[in-house]
């Protein structure tokens, strides 16, 4: 009789497992949860190859929940996610010096790194939250002695980040062992600055300045529209505009007919698949509305603002009763990667879909609340340094 020869389960072979596994949903408990299962599919889910490609195959990270905070050292993390995969505040806790004068500033997340500046400490934090307080790259200002003055003077800094490994459009996932680029810009009384700061080297670029006519301070966290960083200034300036390629800064006017008197009617957008500059302005006349603007070039080669047909109407997406006692609402965050606008409002915080105008709730709290939400999104993957509570503490 001839042998017949054994062909093994197919959760047997680890390559088909491996594949199953990979279609697993990208939310913060699968992959931890499935490493619960036995000794062998934690063995696959650990394997960093196998993070690249899951990584690889969903493309953007989910969101995971917002960093909320003054200035000062009062920064909270907002989850946004149902449970199992909702985050506790905790888990994010952002680092800070003991000392009490010693406090760092929020001012963003991008590529699932975070950013906080420390003023009177001239200093910048770049902190993967995900890993917590083992992977933290702190960058003194530059100690070149030609800089000094600027350095020390009693401007607030803007930093921003920037993995600079694209691969799958920094779907990669652990941007923080990949190099990265820190972006610091001021805003003083004639001039603006920017500096660039390369992990690869640990070396500060040269000081970047152009002349400013606006005397207004920067508002709000730059936005990333391909290599460029843009910061909106407060009521009556324009946008800063710097290239991080051509090492380049300028400022861009805003479009003539905007009359806006507060930094929280207006937000840069990283507009459609173009990637071009756009523009979202908050009208609070009797029927609240977004008119949005995008930068175009015109035939004559001339890049100018457009006001788009596109009009968000609020009344007609949010309760109604967010407008009975006031018509006030607030733009205080927006994901660059999403194309969404956080809108504060008497009712709660919500999250605003530009192209498809659906919303959904972040949290809901009064009084109305003119903090900036930081929007984070990442991957967790199974061996990360999370601690969930659900996890075999015997791994």
Not at 135 to 161: C, E, K, L, M
């Amino acid at each position: 009789m001839s042998r017949r020869l054994s062909t093994p389960a197919p959760l047997d072979d680890d390559d088909l497992l491996g594949e199953i596994l990979l279609r697993l949903p990208p939310q913060p408990s699968s992959l931890p949860r499935a490493s619960l299962v036995c000794a062998r599919w934690r063995s696959v889910l650990s394997d960093p190859q196998f993070h690249g490609r899951f990584r690889k195959r969903h493309g953007k990270p989910p969101l995971l929940g917002f960093f909320t905070g003054d200035v000062g050292r009062r920064h909270v993390f907002t989850p946004v996610l149902d449970s199992p995969d909702r985050i506790p505040a905790a888990r994010f806790s952002v680092p800070w010096s003991r000392k009490g004068y010693d406090c760092w500033d929020f001012r963003g997340c991008r590529h699932g790194l975070a950013v906080l500046v420390n003023d009177r400490g001239r200093g910048v934090v770049v902190w993967d939250p995900v890993t917590g307080q083992h992977r933290r790259h702190r960058v003194p200002f530059s100690p070149n002695p030609r800089y000094g003055s600027i350095w020390q003077s009693s401007w607030h800094w803007h930093p921003a980040v920037m993995c600079t490994n694209a691969e799958h459009g920094h779907a990669h996932g652990d941007c923080f062992s990949s190099p990265f680029k820190l972006v610091l810009m001021c805003k003083g009384p004639t001039h603006a600055f920017a500096c660039v700061y390369n992990s690869v080297s640990g070396v500060w670029g040269n000081i970047i300045s152009t002349a400013t006519t606006s005397s207004s301070i920067l508002s709000r966290p730059g936005i990333l529209v391909g290599n460029a960083l843009h910061w909106l200034f407060r009521a009556g300036g324009g946008v800063l505009v710097f290239d991080t390629e051509k090492q380049s800064l300028g400022v861009i006017d805003k479009p003539a007919d905007i009359n806006v008197t507060d930094c929280w009617s207006c937000q840069l957008l990283r507009t459609g698949d173009d990637g071009n500059l756009g523009l979202a302005v908050l009208s609070k006349d009797s029927k609240p509305s977004i008119q949005l603007w995008k930068r175009q070039s015109q035939s004559s080669g001339v890049v100018k603002w457009v006001l788009l047909q596109k009009t968000i109407q609020l009344e007609g997406l949010f309760e109604s009763r967010m407008f009975s006692a006031s018509r006030n609402a607030l733009m205080v965050g927006y994901d660059e990667d999403s194309n969404e606008i956080v809108l504060s409002t008497y009712v709660g915080v919500f999250i605003l879909q530009i192209e498809s105008k659906l919303f959904r709730t972040v949290s809901k709290r009064l009084p109305l609340d003119d903090k900036m939400f930081y929007p984070y999104k990442n991957f967790y993957t199974a061996g990360r340094e999370v601690g969930w509570k659900w996890v075999n503490p015997e791994l």
